[in-house]
């Protein structure tokens, strides 16, 4: 049995280089493919001390399939994100809510043992996404999930373009949420704690930038329909929740540590729901990648090599608040 290079987590919280094996014959639908390109996500970071393979906004080039496999050949360009398998057979999996199966399989579970930081990967191939002919791999690699995360959040829940669109934090999610919903036609406001980051919301799609920091009150041209909260750190609620609209939602989608303390009263005397969403289900993640290839949302990124330096060099730039929006790591 071959075997292919990997970078794992560790007990002492640092990347190193390891192997997999790599079976002489797939089975089933499962797919061996060549990783060219793996987005660093925030959620890595919570895994560094495990022995795991990190990475899960993977792309790359098919080199093999199993015998049951139907749609992917060798050569064509395919990505994978936060899940990797389902039960199939449940009211989740049938309605399209796989990703909420009791069953799946997802990223940092001891139902995975497949990640991005790596030469290759083998997936099932139900759980491959085409990638769509124009988008670079490095492009395509941070919508395996930062995508794919705020736009199941704007298209599951019945996002319409007449709505106002709050997003807290322009970072690796916030960037993309910008994007997306200014595409879908709706009005897009950023908060942010300071007005360094006005100009690039604007020419993302922002229609209004709202500095938070050392407010009593925040001013908005129209009540907020929807808040994406891409910031790790809760906001102010006292000072976010006046500018809801009645009926509104919130959508916390970082992942974080400790307890969601918000105000009582003003969500019952409004309305406001606070929903929790983890990441698109696969056809929301194939529209996600036509709509982006569209309408040319691409995210902002620095690229670092996939080696054993390279990562660690990424992993300790993003821990301290030094990477521009995401951090790609590319094949050598």
Not at 135 to 143: Q, Y
Not at 167 to 193: C, D, N, T
Request: proline content about 5%; some cysteine; glycine content about 10%.
């Amino acid at each position: 049995m071959s075997s292919f290079t990997v970078y794992k987590g560790s007990k002492d919280g640092i990347v190193v280089k390891s192997t997999a094996n790599r079976p002489e014959q797939l089975t089933g639908d499962k797919v061996l493919m060549k990783i060219t390109a793996s987005g660093l996500c925030g959620t890595d970071l919570h895994y560094l001390d495990k022995d795991m393979i990190l990475g899960h906004e993977g792309v790359g080039i098919v080199e093999a399939v199993g015998p049951d496999a139907k749609h992917l050949k060798k050569g064509d360009r395919v990505g994978f994100g936060y899940e990797h398998d389902s039960c199939g057979y449940c009211h989740e999996c049938l309605t399209g809510h796989e990703t909420y199966c009791k069953d799946r399989a997802i990223y940092g579970s001891d139902k995975v043992d497949q990640g991005s930081f790596a030469s290759h990967a083998i997936l099932r191939e139900a759980f491959l996404h085409k990638i769509p002919e124009g988008m670079s791999d490095i492009d395509a690699a941070p919508l395996q999930c930062a995508g794919a995360t705020v736009f199941a959040v704007l298209r599951a829940y019945d996002t319409q373009p007449t709505e106002t669109i709050g997003v807290i934090g322009l970072g690796g999610l916030g960037h993309l949420a910008v994007q997306f919903a200014a595409k879908m036609g709706s009005r897009v406001v950023v908060l942010s704690s300071s007005d360094k980051k006005k100009d690039e919301a604007i020419r993302l799609g922002a229609h209004e930038f709202v500095v938070t920091k050392g407010k009593d009150k925040l001013q908005v041209s129209s009540p907020l329909n929807r808040l994406l909260v891409t910031t790790s750190a809760q906001p102010n609620w006292e000072l976010i929740l006046p500018i809801m609209a009645p009926g509104s939602a919130i959508y916390p989608l970082s992942v974080a540590s400790g307890n969601l303390e918000i105000p009582y009263m003003p969500l019952i005397n409004q309305g406001i729901a606070v929903q929790g969403s983890l990441v698109a289900p696969r056809y929301l993640h194939r529209q996600m990648l036509e709509f982006a290839a569209l309408h040319n949302i691409r995210p902002i990124t620095e690229v670092f090599p996939m080696t054993e330096e390279g990562i660690r060099e990424a992993i300790s730039r993003l821990e301290r608040g030094d990477v521009h929006l995401r951090a790609v790591l590319t094949a050598e």
